[in-house]
């Protein structure tokens, strides 16, 4: 891609188009490049990199993949929508049509903005966020995935509410071409701290490994206490200074340069380029 053409953005999400946290990076987006919508058309979080290929709907558990009707392609469902296309299906589900049936093809893709942290090695797999940019990037498209932090928030979150992590975002896709970024990266993990958090600027960081997922059998039921967030909410953290989360609740932007399936870039390769990005 020529770095004085205008990116063309594949902007997608798992909390549904309708989500605050898409419109805020939609337009932020829009006025550095040309965005192209298409995400679930319902909250989709935590699916990981599941798809509805082979399923007679997205809300089904048959699978079947009929060879003689169909060879193998499945129907995705969707619906035009003002930001552009709602599709009745998970977040994978979204960057590939997207990466593959837009005309123009996207230059970027970028997954967010998600309401809540998406931190730690053990998420990658788990969130539909992190899961769709990782997508992309399997299929050869850079990606970026965008979550901003709202643990212990009350109200009701609305677009604007994501304005510094929409700056943030449109940074990257604006400055990132012709740098070199992406020859060296697959995709970004980018935490935002809370709304209500004074920003601290931007750590290069790699995802934390600490991971104390918690079950219990009590009164006859299974229970699970997910201890990192439990920690978050204490701010009482055991993970190193090189981490995500530690960064995020230092109240500093966490930027972590990843390679496909899971692979930690060496940030020292990518420190410069950043900088100067942001």
Known sequence: ???????????????????PGIRALYDALT?????????????????????????TGSESDDFSIDLEADGF?????????ELGYAVDGTPCDCAIV????????????????????????YVFSR????????????????????????????????????AHTGEITAALVE???????FDRVDYLNVNVPRPDVESEGVELTRPTE????????????????????????????????DTDRHALLEGAVSVSPMRVPYDVVDTDAVRTILEDVL
Request: with cysteine.
């Open 210 to 241: 600490v991971y104390e997922m918690d079950a219990a059998l009590e009164n006859g039921e299974f229970q699970l206490t997910n201890r990192l967030w439990q920690q978050m909410a204490n701010r009482d953290i055991p993970d190193p200074e």
């Open 31 to 55: 006025e550095v490049a040309t965005v192209t919508v298409v995400a679930p058309d319902r909250n989709r979080s935590a699916v990981g990199r599941s798809l509805s290929y082979g399923r």
């Open 127 to 162: 969130s539909g966020t992190v899961s769709a940019a990782m997508e992309a990037a399997f299929l050869g498209t850079p990606s970026i995935a965008v979550s901003m932090d709202t643990l212990g928030m009350e109200s009701e979150l609305e677009p604007a509410d994501f």
């Open 175 to 181: 400055g990132a071409p012709g740098t070199g970024l």
């Open 73 to 81: 392609t499945s129907p995705v469902p969707h619906a035009d929508h």
């Open 98 to 121: 997207g990466v593959n049936a837009l005309e123009p093809r996207p230059d970027l893709v970028v997954s967010g903005c998600n309401s809540g942290a998406n931190l730690g090695a």
């Open 1 to 19: 891609m020529d770095p004085h053409d205008t990116p063309h953005v594949l902007l997608t999400n798992d909390d549904g188009i309708d989500a």
